[in-house]
T-cell receptor, first 109, second 115 residues
Framework: GQNIDQPTEMTATEGAIVQINCTYQTSGFNGLFWYQQHAGEAPTFLSYNVLDGLEEKGRFSSFLSRSKGYSYLLLKELQMKDSASYLCAVKDSNYQLIWGAGTKLIIKP | GAVVSQHPSWVICKSGTSVKIECRSLDFQATTMFWYRQFPKQSLMLMATSNEGSKATYEQGVEKDKFLINHASLTLSTLTVTSAHPEDSSFYIC???????????FGQGTRLTVV
């Protein structure tokens, strides 16, 4: 079967750095996505990785290792508004998105 | 990004009634629409894929007679939850397919509560 694993919940301090890990086992790979989802809202796109390496976008960076089936989302200079769930999703060989359950990030002052 | 309008954003209905959820893509023509359901603290689960002018494809375990999908035009897809029960209470989200190598965009989501 296909599955994506992420920690259920993480806590970090305002101004600090946090890394959210994601491991995946899918039938084929056509890209990995990270989304942010605030409570009661739809997910919003953060980043996309299809090749190995690091993609940087402002305070957010995402890393991919296809050989290890592993990705992480790095959030720097944390702000209170970053409190949300972060979803990892992979497009499989059929280009269907397979979703992780999300990591709830709690930011403390 | 794509502009997707989903209505209503929340709805409370009585058990046994039906609820229609609309999803409109406002700035492009969506041949295919994905419908997801998300229970609290769980991942997005694909329910069905609707295609303009043809029958929807339902995921295993999703009752097609209970979740009626209509995709009559390239800008509008609807999901009707028929004879709703409390266990149907969930967050329903639509997402138009914009191609293989593009990120997904979503409607605002509909919080359905069946009492």
């Amino acid at each position: 079967g296909q599955n994506i694993d992420q920690p259920t919940e993480m806590t970090a301090t305002e101004g600090a750095i946090v890394q959210i890990n994601c491991t995946y086992q899918t039938s084929g790979f056509n890209g990995l996505f990270w989304y942010q989802q605030h409570a009661g809202e739809a997910p919003t796109f953060l980043s996309y990785n299809v090749l190995d390496g690091l993609e940087e976008k402002g305070r957010f960076s995402s890393f991919l290792s296809r050989s290890k089936g592993y990705s992480y989302l790095l959030l720097k200079e944390l702000q209170m508004k970053d409190s949300a769930s972060y979803l990892c999703a992979v497009k499989d060989s059929n280009y269907q998105l397979i979703w992780g359950a999300g990591t709830k990030l709690i930011i403390k002052p | 990004g794509a502009v997707v309008s989903q209505h209503p954003s929340w709805v409370i209905c009585k058990s046994g009634t039906s609820v229609k959820i609309e999803c409109r893509s406002l700035d492009f023509q969506a041949t295919t629409m994905f419908w997801y359901r998300q229970f609290p603290k769980q991942s997005l689960m694909l329910m069905a894929t609707s295609n303009e002018g043809s029958k929807a494809t339902y995921e295993q375990g999703v009752e097609k007679d209970k979740f009626l999908i209509n995709h009559a035009s390239l800008t509008l897809s609807t999901l009707t939850v028929t004879s709703a029960h409390p266990e149907d209470s969930s967050f329903y989200i639509c997402s138009p397919d914009r191609g293989m190598n593009t990120e997904a965009f979503f409607g605002q989501g509909t919080r359905l509560t069946v009492v």
